[in-house]
């Protein structure tokens, strides 16, 4: 089975400008959830899609937007662009959406985004 | 809020030696996860634990859940470069987001 996978890999944006990024989850899973990763703030989350609905919200502005298809791809979206934006973003995916068991991720290689 | 300590944030250790990471809460959780992330790569989950008291074991990783779920623990024993990453815990609380840890970083040198 295919793994999680994310596009671009790699980012480079200037500030002000607006940046989509996509992630295609495991065949047959319906929760997606992304994340930034910054070595100063760790793992953060962004938020979680099921079946086409966001459930949750981390605390990011609302700059940072989502949302999920039928097919339960999923893209994020980051507009005005700041320097401290720059960051892994991580996608991952699950069989069950979180407050349903154990909530395993699986996660995708990262789009490494750079704000200059 | 559910807050996750991990400790040590920063291991370097030489190659055939045993280490342990901390993962400390205050909240108790329903399960307990733990993922290793290799430079450049998503963290790769590496075990569930969901019973108090619980020890698994993956090859030479042990892993233990405190008795009242608000704990765990990670021990490397006799350790390879190939052990080398981030070492991230996350805990589930029912009904709430998926936290995770700062991360251990771990450092195996041959």
């Known amino acids: 089975k295919a793994g999680v996978t994310q596009t671009p890999r790699y980012l480079i944006k200037t500030r002000g400008q607006q940046v989509t990024l996509s992630c295609s989850p495991i065949s047959g899973h319906r929760s997606v959830s992304w994340y930034q990763q910054t070595p100063g703030q760790g793992l953060q989350f962004l938020f979680e899609y099921f079946s086409e609905t966001q459930r949750n919200k981390g605390n990011f502005p609302g700059r940072f937007s989502g949302r999920q298809f039928s097919n339960s791809r999923s893209e994020m979206n980051v507009s005005t662009l700041e320097l401290g934006d720059s960051a892994l973003y991580l996608c991952?995916?699950?069989?069950?959406?979180?407050?349903?068991?154990?909530?395993?991720?699986?996660f995708g290689p990262g789009t490494r985004l750079t704000v200059t | 809020t559910q807050l996750l300590e991990q400790s040590p944030q920063f291991l370097s250790i030489q190659e055939g030696e045993n280490l342990t990471v901390y993962c400390n809460s205050s909240?108790?959780?329903?399960?307990l996860q733990w993922y290793r992330q290799e430079p450049g790569e998503g963290p790769v989950l590496l075990v569930t634990?969901?019973?108090?008291?619980e020890v698994k074991k993956l090859k030479r990783l042990t892993f233990q859940f405190g008795d009242a779920r608000k704990d765990s623990s990670l021990h490397i024993t006799a350790a390879q470069p190939g052990d080398t990453g981030l070492y991230l815990c996350a805990g589930v609380a029912a009904g709430n987001k998926l936290t995770f840890g700062g991360g251990t970083r771990v450092l195996v040198k041959p």
């Open positions: 909240s108790v959780f329903s399960s």
């Open positions: 634990v969901v019973t108090g008291g």
């Open positions: 991952a995916s699950s069989l069950v959406a979180q407050g349903r068991g154990s909530y395993e991720q699986y």
